[in-house]
């Protein structure tokens, strides 16, 4: 293993100047501010404390800034981790959702150290699509409680136990909450659809504005709304003690899955925020660097209370609109969150916790690809599209999102088998067009020499191809040629099969030749001792040399050229 370890940071450095900073500066600024809000409302929506999501942000947010590879990529908490964590908490406890965190970022960093960061790329679109809008329902069920200021002590993770335990509270439904979430989301909506034709608005993010009006409007009226103050005593104005969660080998066995869970969401999701920043930015991030840096954060950011940190895709993106080129903006927007905190800390203690319900609820709107359920859409694609599609959203809703990743990949995997199996075909080659019946017949009129040309691939799902040749069906003759030219591809269990058909020929005193073998075929039938045991002879150039290699085996010389 060679470790290349080089942050996008130090190259952005050299030539480093006066006006790109001024830009960073603005961006991170701006980001900052704008991570505030939604770093509350992403751990309070997870099971959380709003604290461990500002201080997520501000470690995870550093680290991954300065020790990426992107020049742009802004980190933190995310809504894709809200249904993971929410569930890692309800089953086995905050102290062990830290180490899962933990688990999580050594994966991640072994990721990037074995180079695997391109790896990611391979989860077909169809599978992406299925569990971001999967999640995004999830995230929007999760915030129905906080948004009606419903009375429900502990809510389940499970989708039927929190349906039933929401249908069950209903009757407690709190009418000042739900005006006041209301409210906020049409503020949230308003301000965001007047700032694309306002530039001074464009300058204040539409989930901090609200949220510094409605924590006005409650501190001045006094709201019977329940408060980060009331569920939580406040966000603490000091920096959290450093410290490591309490571990035992019986509980590293047990939060493996969840682990696995947190590093692949966390790897899709920053690559794809990643690659999504480049096609704005003109740039090349280094997805292996990437996943280096998301490790090492992941490792860091539970050590002072925080937890699961990934790519945002959101403050990305708002760091490049206003003007963030390099890493030092990442970097700004952490400095920015530390200093909010010690410096206001005590006013987060009015912020209602339904105007966060509501920024949540507008990022899990946002986040959702809603276009690629619409009929006419899906009836575009093919139905291993919509059943890949489909099959995954449903799983991520009403189960979770490993069962939904792994049943994706499996149907993928089968269809894509299924696919490149119907496009492997074999022909036979009419071998008689050019030279005559009687040249490549015996006196009984049966062939002496029968040629069959293969498309594709020959692999374990098109070894079937091969059985009419097995079985012999066109006779018996004393010598079969394959044409390979068009094979890009043999793996064992194809190999097996040819030499299946190789012994049957030997058997009966006939010979196998194979021609037009393209470089990995070609590679795969030397290394494994097939060609010694077929004979240097047997493995021609092409169909032309396997023909005349065939009369001369079958005891006739060609009158007539293959053409």
């Known amino acids: 293993m060679n470790i290349q370890f080089r942050p996008k940071l130090l190259d952005t450095l050299r030539g480093y100047e006066r006006a790109a900073f001024t830009h960073d500066l603005s961006a991170g600024i701006t980001v900052g501010v704008l991570a505030l809000p939604l770093a509350m409302a992403f751990a309070i929506a997870s099971g959380l404390s709003p604290t461990a999501g500002i201080w997520t942000a ?45 688990m999580s970022g050594v994966m991640l ?24 809008n999967g999640i995004a329902v999830v995230i929007f069920l999760s915030q129905i409680k906080d948004f009606l200021g419903l009375r429900i002590e502990h809510l389940p993770g499970e989708f039927f136990g929190k349906m039933k335990a929401l249908t069950a509270a209903l009757p407690t439904l709190d009418l000042p909450t739900v005006l006041l979430a209301i409210a906020s989301l049409a503020v949230l909506l308003g301000w965001n659809r007047q700032a694309v034709r306002t530039p001074w608005m464009r300058r204040l993010p539409g ?13 001045l009226l006094d709201l019977p709304v329940e408060t980060i103050g009331s569920r939580f005593g406040g966000i603490p104005q000091e920096v959290p003690a450093f410290g490591l969660p309490e571990l ?27 690659r999504v920043a480049d096609s704005q930015i003109d740039d090349r991030h280094d997805p292996n660097q990437e996943l280096m840096a998301q490790g090492i954060a992941n490792v860091a950011a539970p050590l002072f209370g925080g937890f699961a940190a990934t790519g945002a895709i959101a403050r990305t993106a708002t760091n490049i609109r206003t003007g963030g080129r390099t890493p030092v903006a990442g970097v700004i927007h952490s400095v920015v969150l530390l200093a909010v905190v010690l410096a206001l800390a005590p006013l987060a203690s009015a912020i209602p916790l339904a105007t966060l319900s509501a920024i949540v609820v507008i990022v899990a709107v946002n986040m959702g690809e809603w276009h690629a359920f619409a009929p006419s859409e ?24 490993t069962l939904a990743v792994e049943l994706g990949m499996v149907l993928a995997s089968l269809f894509f088998i299924y ?5 492997t075909r074999i022909e036979r080659i009419p071998l008689e067009d050019h030279y005559g019946v009687e040249a490549l017949s015996r006196e009984d009129g049966t062939p002496r020499i029968l040629a069959y ?17 097995l079985l012999m069906q066109h006779g018996h003759p004393d010598v079969v040629i394959l044409d390979l030219a068009k094979v890009i591809n043999i793996d064992t269990t194809g190999l097996d099969i040819l030499q299946t058909l190789h ?49 001369w085996l079958s005891g006739k010389s060609p009158e007539v050229s293959y053409a």
């Not at 470690?59 to 908490?77: D, E, H, T, W, Y």
Request: charged letters at 10%; a positive charge.
């Open 58 to 102: 501000i470690v995870a947010g550093f680290l991954i800034a300065a020790l990426g590879g992107s020049r742009v990529q802004i980190g933190g908490p995310t809504g894709a981790f809200i249904p993971i964590i929410y569930a890692i908490v309800a089953d086995y406890g905050v102290q062990n959702l830290l180490i899962a965190t933990m």
């Open 248 to 274: 035992t080998l019986g509980t590293l066995g047990k939060l493996i899955a969840p682990a696995l869970t947190i590093a692949l969401l966390g790897a899709i999701e920053s690559l794809l925020s990643a």
């Open 378 to 401: 899906l009836a575009r694609y093919s139905l291993q599209y919509r059943a890949i599609l489909l099959g995954t959203f449903v799983v991520t809703v009403v189960f979770d999102l």
């Open 453 to 469: 040309s293969m498309f594709g691939s020959l692999f374990f799902g098109a070894a079937n191809k091969l059985e009419n040749l």
């Open 109 to 132: 960093f072994a990721m990037g150290a074995f180079r695997l960061g391109n790896m990611i790329r391979f989860i077909p679109l169809s599978v992406v699509i299925g569990f971001t």
């Open 419 to 423: 696919r490149m199996s119907d496009l």
């Open 503 to 551: 012994r049957n020929l030997q058997k009966r005193g006939a010979h196998l030749i194979l021609c037009g073998l393209n470089a990995q075929p070609e590679s795969l039938v030397s290394r494994s001792g097939f060609q010694d045991r077929l004979g240097s002879g047997n493995v021609t150039a092409n169909i032309t040399d396997a023909l005349l290699r065939a009369q």
């Open 207 to 219: 989930p901090l504005a609200v949220l510094i009006l409605a924590t006005a409007v409650n501190a």
